[in-house]
């Protein structure tokens, strides 16, 4: 026999190439989900357990967004044929998701009570973060004239100064952003306040709280607290903060409605440990505020919670930013 003709039989048929060369290529991309893998699982430690790292509470409001992007990465994994790895993966990131469910199911049950009951009055409030620097303070000045609120909140109110006269006209009764003082955060009513107080929230010395009590129809009043809380990655600041609106509501008798700008998702671990020790009742649901550009799947970091006999019976974003970076809420309370 020849020897071309042994050189021509010792070559791999040209299928079996095909198939060495599909299988490395699955094997590296094994490789590269697998290495994804390692970096979601330490998201995941760091979503489900609270290890009072500095900006966790940021990370901890992405619970469900990376939550769902880990789940579709196990799901990949497992079809590229790392089954086992994609299989734990998928455990451990629906533990996380459970998890968040459970926060999320047990807050929606303290609203049985009151949703078995017949409400006795109403009345809108809108929150409203404007942005200090607000490129077109005009058009969301214009929004909530036109808005049909009674009580608003606005935060970083600076970015609708110059709109103030015209906000005062509809909105007659007003705390913050006297003239002279700071303007930051505001609260604008069409009822005249029954008592007002502004404080400073003391870890940044910044005039973030703020209280008005109104009379809803002719006997039904109703306490609004207003917060804007510090960003989650400054240090334990916010700590501070949510200690000192704990004990501003600690004050407050009779039913309340809590509004704001909160810099974390109702699910958070420090939200929501706040709110399961103030009795604090949420909203139906939890729009996306943040970033605007996401629009419903933005990460709801503005809060809305109610206590006593007041429910937040319906929530809803505003239509569009008005040149903030913030959606706003818009919400009907319930008085019982």
Same mark, same amino acid.
């Given at each position: 026999?020849?020897?071309?003709?042994?050189?021509?039989?010792?070559?791999?048929?040209?299928?079996?190439?095909?198939?060495?060369?599909?299988?490395?290529?699955?094997?590296?991309?094994?490789?590269?989900?697998?290495?994804?893998?390692?970096?979601?699982?330490?998201?995941?430690?760091?979503?489900?357990?609270?290890?009072?790292?500095?900006?966790?509470?940021?990370?901890?409001?992405?619970?469900?967004?990376?939550?769902?992007?880990? #789940?579709?990465?196990?799901?990949? $994994?497992?079809? @590229?044929?790392? +089954?086992? %790895?994609?299989?734990? /993966?998928? !455990?451990? =990131? *629906?533990?996380?998701?459970?998890?968040?469910?459970?926060?999320?199911?047990?807050?929606?049950?303290?609203?049985?009570?009151?949703?078995?009951?017949?409400?006795?009055?109403?009345?809108?409030?809108?929150?409203?973060?404007?942005?200090?620097?607000?490129?077109?303070?005009?058009?969301?000045?214009?929004?909530?004239?036109?808005?049909?609120?009674?009580?608003?909140?606005?935060?970083?109110?600076?970015?609708?100064?110059?709109?103030?006269?015209?906000?005062?006209?509809?909105?007659?009764?007003?705390?913050?952003?006297?003239?002279?003082?700071?303007?930051?955060?505001?609260?604008?009513?069409?009822?005249?306040? #029954?008592?007002?107080?502004?404080? $400073?929230?003391? @870890?940044?010395? +910044?005039? %973030?709280?703020?209280? /008005?009590? !109104?009379? =809803? *129809?002719?006997?039904?009043?109703?306490?609004?607290?207003?917060?804007?809380?510090?960003?989650?990655?400054?240090?334990?600041?916010?700590?501070?903060?949510?200690?000192?609106?704990?004990?501003?509501?600690?004050?407050?008798?009779?039913?309340?409605?809590?509004?704001?700008?909160?810099?974390?998702?109702?699910?958070?671990?420090?939200?929501?440990?706040?709110?399961?020790?103030?009795?604090?009742?949420?909203?139906?649901?939890?729009?996306?505020?943040?970033?605007?550009?996401?629009?419903?799947?933005?990460?709801?970091?503005?809060?809305?919670?109610?206590?006593?006999?007041?429910?937040?019976?319906?929530?809803?974003?505003?239509?569009?930013?008005?040149?903030?970076?913030?959606?706003?809420?818009?919400?009907?309370?319930?008085?019982?």
């Amino acid at each position: 026999m020849s020897r071309s003709c042994l050189g021509r039989r010792a070559r791999p048929p040209l299928w079996r190439n095909k198939a060495v060369a599909r299988l490395k290529i699955l094997s590296e991309i094994r490789g590269v989900l697998s290495g994804l893998a390692l970096v979601a699982l330490v998201l995941l430690v760091v979503i489900s357990v609270n290890l009072g790292l500095p900006g966790q509470e940021l990370v901890n409001s992405l619970r469900f967004h990376i939550g769902i992007l880990v #789940l579709l990465l196990a799901l990949t $994994m497992i079809l @590229a044929g790392a +089954r086992l %790895r994609g299989a734990l /993966v998928l !455990v451990l =990131v *629906g533990i996380s998701l459970g998890q968040g469910a459970f926060i999320v199911i047990e807050q929606q049950a303290r609203r049985d009570t009151l949703e078995a009951s017949a409400p006795v009055a109403s009345f809108k409030l809108l929150s409203f973060n404007v942005l200090g620097s607000n490129p077109t303070g005009a058009d969301a000045a214009q929004y909530i004239i036109d808005s049909g609120a009674d009580v608003v909140v606005v935060m970083e109110a600076r970015g609708i100064g110059a709109q103030l006269p015209e906000l005062d006209a509809r909105y007659p009764y007003r705390i913050g952003c006297e003239p002279g003082g700071d303007c930051d955060l505001a609260i604008l009513s069409r009822w005249p306040f #029954l008592s007002s107080k502004q404080e $400073m929230l003391r @870890a940044l010395s +910044r005039q %973030r709280l703020t209280q /008005v009590s !109104v009379m =809803v *129809g002719e006997d039904h009043p109703v306490t609004v607290v207003a917060a804007h809380l510090t960003k989650p990655y400054f240090d334990d600041t916010v700590l501070y903060d949510i200690e000192q609106v704990r004990h501003a509501l600690g004050q407050v008798e009779g039913p309340l409605v809590l509004a704001g700008d909160f810099n974390a998702a109702a699910w958070s671990s420090q939200i929501s440990e706040f709110a399961t020790a103030a009795n604090l009742i949420p909203p139906p649901r939890y729009p996306g505020t943040w970033p605007v550009e996401l629009g419903p799947l933005g990460v709801p970091i503005d809060n809305m919670f109610s206590r006593g006999t007041a429910l937040i019976r319906t929530i809803d974003p505003t239509p569009q930013a008005f040149g903030s970076n913030h959606l706003g809420l818009m919400a009907t309370v319930d008085l019982y």
